[in-house]
């Protein structure tokens, strides 16, 4: 693919090349925002029993691994690497015969099995609330959690299901013709530098 | 892509992604709730002029866990033994609204005519033609290999080939659209493939085919092989005699227990052992081959469900106003 899924949302197929962009949380501002939203998790949940994190391909789950090594620094019983998830939600989106074939990624749950847990999804920018939404479709398939809360990087508006987030990165308020960019280091490749950038739409 | 008429056609690329997204698709069988919404209110027609088992409960099973609806159609019992014609009933599937159409047929070709004549809007896929093609078996067929190959190399299976692997396909080349169809996706995928049968089963030609051929299946083994693939000697289209008798068959083309013991002796502990179903236990294959921890034959089966969802899914969702294009292969419909 090589538009990646988290993007579909907020990038418009027929969106001419963007000639203004403007970089609206640098490297510095998405780790200090992820510190905040993992204190926010813990506190919520009064503490880390039961807490497990599922990340929504392709840059929540990198998002989710770097929340998880947030709460594991703050509280050393966590295990980082058994409370991350990778949640695909591909087959459950509701605009799948609207737009070209996409190959489905791997959903891989920790092996605690998330029956009677309290799933933290994990995703870069909300928007329509359209992917949440097969999100939550797709945990219904998977098992019966105890509760489902929404960590996102940023918020852009723009809502077209009754869906909002527990714990927001970043309110950004945006047009609908503009396009939000997130550049992680995990899937953009290393030499590319954490920021999130608005690009102006035609 | 559009249609899956044969392997030739396919190109590396959409070979990998049907095997990425099986691979995806493989773990809903694992789950609790063995279903994805992702074909909601499509309709999914077997159509079979010919007699299956694991091909349509497979394709139906496939179906049916991406919530499509299947419409089973066998020609036994069907307008078709009053005399319909393809067309016809093509056309009345087409009124139905079909939007997949997976088509079994004993005349070789009838898939692509369905496909290209303009009859039906329906993607095709074919699930065994004549001699001709059998895509999805050879698709399962390569998942299964490529399942064992990686686990050898220890490298994750999504996005990798059969680079290096040697594969021996034996027994009745002549009357196989699996060895057909496997001979040109597993070359597609870079593995080395040799044919072994007696020169009464290969066809004509075959000397052009991307692979060796060799008579002497024993021969064969001894030079090494990873995957041994058994074909079923195809008694209902023999009409002549092409080898003495069912005994000298096995002796020289079965695999029996003896060369099951064999492969022990030639220190070949990772070669599976494949057979596309169904057996003819004692010819082609003994039971201890088959029955042995070597045989990939269940889970070649399991497979196909995989696969075939795999099929089902990249060719029917996407956009629904996709143009028509003629052959599968330059219609690379990736995001």
Redesign the interface.
């Known amino acids: ?3 990646p899924s988290a993007a579909f949302e907020e990038a418009p197929f027929n969106a001419a090349s963007a000639n203004v962009s403007r970089v609206v949380l640098t490297a510095a501002d998405i780790d200090r925002a992820l510190t905040r939203i993992a204190y926010e998790i813990l506190e919520a949940n009064k503490g880390s029993a039961n807490l497990l994190l599922l990340g929504i391909p392709r840059r929540g789950y990198p998002l989710a691994q770097r929340l998880a090594a947030k709460l594991a620094a703050s509280d050393p019983t966590i295990d980082p690497q058994a409370i991350v998830g990778q949640l ?1 939600v ?3 989106r509701d605009d ?12 891989a749950l920790p092996v605690s099995g998330i029956d009677n847990k309290v799933i933290v999804l994990v995703d870069d920018v909300l928007y329509s609330g359209r992917t949440i939404r097969a999100a939550l ?1 797709a945990l ?4 019966r959690p105890r509760a489902v809360r929404l960590a996102v990087l940023v918020d852009r508006g723009h809502r077209e299901l009754p869906i909002r987030a527990d714990h927001v990165g970043k309110n950004l308020p945006t047009s609908s013709s503009e396009k939000v960019r997130v550049r992680l280091a995990e899937i953009d490749g290393p030499g590319a530098a954490d920021q999130v950038v608005i690009e102006a739409g035609a | 892509m559009r249609h899956l008429l044969d392997t030739e056609s396919l190109s590396r690329d959409n070979a990998i992604q049907i095997l990425d997204t099986a691979q995806e698709m493989s773990a809903v069988g694992e789950r609790e709730v063995k279903k994805l919404p992702a074909l909601r209110g499509r309709t999914v027609v077997n159509l079979f002029f010919e007699d299956s088992t694991r091909t349509r409960i497979s394709f139906e099973a496939a179906a049916k866990r991406l919530s499509a609806d299947v419409i089973n159609f066998s020609a036994k019992g069907s307008s078709v033994s009053k005399g319909e014609s393809l067309k016809d009933t093509a056309q009345t599937l087409e009124a139905m609204s079909a939007d997949a159409v997976v088509i079994r047929h004993w005349a070789s070709g009838a898939p692509a005519r369905l496909a290209t004549s303009g009859w039906i809007d329906a993607a095709v896929i074919n699930a065994g033609d004549g001699t001709h093609a059998h895509p999805t078996q050879a698709l399962l067929d390569a998942f299964t290999m490529r399942a064992h190959w990686s686990q050898l190399a220890g490298t994750p299976s999504v996005g990798g080939d059969l680079a290096g692997m040697r594969v021996v396909i034996a027994g009745d080349v002549l009357h196989s659209r699996v060895a057909r169809s496997n001979v040109w996706l597993l070359r597609t995928l870079g593995a080395h493939v040799t044919l072994v049968a007696p020169p009464t089963l290969l066809p004509v030609g075959v000397g052009h085919w991307p692979c060796e051929v060799s008579y002497d299946l024993d021969a064969t083994l001894d030079a090494g092989a990873d995957a041994i693939m058994m074909l079923r000697v195809q008694a209902e289209r023999m009409d002549a005699s092409f080898f003495p008798s069912t005994r000298e068959y096995a002796r020289r083309w079965g695999f029996d227990d003896a060369r099951l013991a064999r492969l022990d002796e030639l220190k070949l502990k990772d070669t599976i052992i494949m057979h596309p179903g169904p057996m003819n236990r004692g010819l082609e294959i003994s039971s201890s081959a088959a029955d042995s921890a070597r045989s990939t034959v269940l889970s070649q089966v399991r497979n196909g469900v995989s696969v075939r969802m795999a099929a089902l899914y990249l060719l029917l969702s996407g956009e629904m106003r996709e143009p028509a294009t003629p052959a599968p292969s330059n219609a690379k419909d990736k995001s």
Do not use: Q, Y
């Open positions: 693919m090589s538009s695909d591909t087959m459950f799948l015969a609207h737009h070209p074939t996409r190959a489905p990624e791997r959903t479709d219904v398939d998977l098992g």
